[in-house]
T-cell receptor
């Protein structure tokens, strides 16, 4: 069964500090991995996408890593801002005859405090 | 604004009533997905369309749920005889065909069954 596990479930950090979110997956056959940011009451918005051959991808203060051998990914937030408060969801795409199927992790809820 | 629009944004209904949600994807996108998200959890896959063809349905989609995309453009999700357990955020996403194309999400429809 395809699964995506994220940790921690939630974390609180002070404004300006860094943090790292983890994602472990058992999705096969692997196509790509995305990190999404979801503000409360809104739909998820893509931050990064990585394929099998990519091991790091940056988007501003967000840097994602991928280790396809261990099936692990991380999202690092540098110099956090209050607007970074949101849920961060790891999404892994599996190849199928019907097209890519997305499996979502449960998300990590990040609260940035001043 | 991601370009995917969902209507209504909020719906409160009494148990046993039928409800219908609408999703308008980005115009050139031929793939359309429905997901359900309960509080504190990541989105769960419900069903997926390629143009007007419904290619996959999750086991979460009981007989009370039906989705259509009659002309390969907008889609509707109907829930018959709603139950309190149906209370959730219903998210729609669309994408182009392709291995690593991004799925763009709408703002969601929050359903509350009382």
């Amino acid at each position: 069964k395809n699964q995506v596990e994220q940790s921690p479930q939630s974390l609180i950090i002070l404004e300006g500090k860094n943090c790292t979110l983890q994602c472990n997956y058992t999705v096969s056959p692997f196509s790509n991995l995305r990190w999404y940011k979801q503000d409360t009451g809104r739909g998820p918005v893509s931050l990064t996408i990585m394929t099998f051959s990519e091991n790091t991808k940056s988007n501003g203060r967000y840097t994602a890593t991928l280790d396809a051998d261990t099936k692990q990914s991380s999202l690092h937030i540098t110099a956090s801002q209050l607007s970074d408060s949101a849920s961060y969801i790891c999404v892994v795409s599996a190849q199928s005859a019907a097209g890519n199927k997305l499996t979502f992790g449960g998300g990590t809820r990040v609260l940035v405090k001043p | 604004d991601t370009g995917v629009s969902q209507d209504p944004r909020h719906k409160i209904t009494k148990r046993g009533q039928n409800v219908t949600f609408r999703c308008d994807p980005i115009s050139e996108h031929n793939r359309l997905y429905w997901y359900r998200q309960t509080l504190g959890q990541g989105p769960e896959f419900l069903t997926y369309f390629q143009n007007e063809a419904q290619l996959e349905k999750s086991r979460l989609l009981s007989d009370r749920f039906s989705a259509e995309r009659p002309k390969g453009s907008f889609s509707t999700l109907e829930i018959q005889r709603t139950e309190q357990g149906d209370s959730a955020m219903y998210l729609c996403a669309s994408s182009l065909t392709g291995t690593n194309t991004e799925a763009f999400f709408g703002q969601g429809t929050r359903l509350t069954v009382v």
